[in-house]
């Protein structure tokens, strides 16, 4: 769902993720100050193995929501659901996620998506995601150092 924004005072956070090669495959890593953080990190991350983020200007606001039975099902509802707003209309590539609802007693997310339709020409085409994958999937949560990490195989 579409919904409004402002332009006014947008400031896109520090990038915290990282490709690492897998076999067949690629491994996101994302990590950051919160568990939240961590998993708009490793969205985000996904976006950009998809095409040049730099290229990407924020012009629309769709919101999305996932849910899980656990927290590793939540991260991987919450990638599919980005990767399916890439991959149907509006065909939207994001390059600031934040996530608004983020509740471990229910594992629900809601999430802001920022960006735009992606447009050959104007954004480099870079690797297709086919699919989010459980394997070898890691959620670290070290609260006492302040250290959350998120790893996921794409499948590519």
């Given at each position: 769902m579409e919904?409004?924004?402002s332009k006014d005072n947008f400031l896109l956070p520090e990038t915290k993720y990282e490709y690492l090669d897998h076999t067949a495959d690629v491994q996101l890593h994302g990590w950051g100050t919160s568990i939240k953080e961590a998993f708009e990190q490793c969205g985000v991350a996904m976006f950009g193995y998809m095409t040049e983020l730099e290229y990407v200007s924020v012009?629309?606001?769709?919101?999305?929501?996932?849910?899980?039975?656990?927290?590793?099902?939540?991260?991987?509802?919450f990638l599919d659901e980005l990767l399916f707003l890439f991959s149907a209309e509006p065909y939207l590539v994001c390059k600031k996620l934040e996530i608004t609802k983020f509740d471990l007693e229910t594992f629900e997310i809601v999430c802001r998506c920022y960006g735009e339709p992606f447009e050959l020409g104007k954004h480099p085409q870079g690797t297709e995601v086919k699919a989010i994958t459980y394997s070898a999937m890691q959620i670290?949560?070290?609260?006492?150092?302040?250290?959350?990490?998120?790893?996921?195989?794409?499948d590519i």
């Open positions: 919904v409004e924004f012009e629309q606001c769709f919101e999305i929501e996932a849910q899980g039975d656990d927290l590793e099902g939540l991260l991987f509802h670290v949560q070290d609260q006492e150092a302040g250290n959350f990490e998120v790893f996921v195989i794409i």
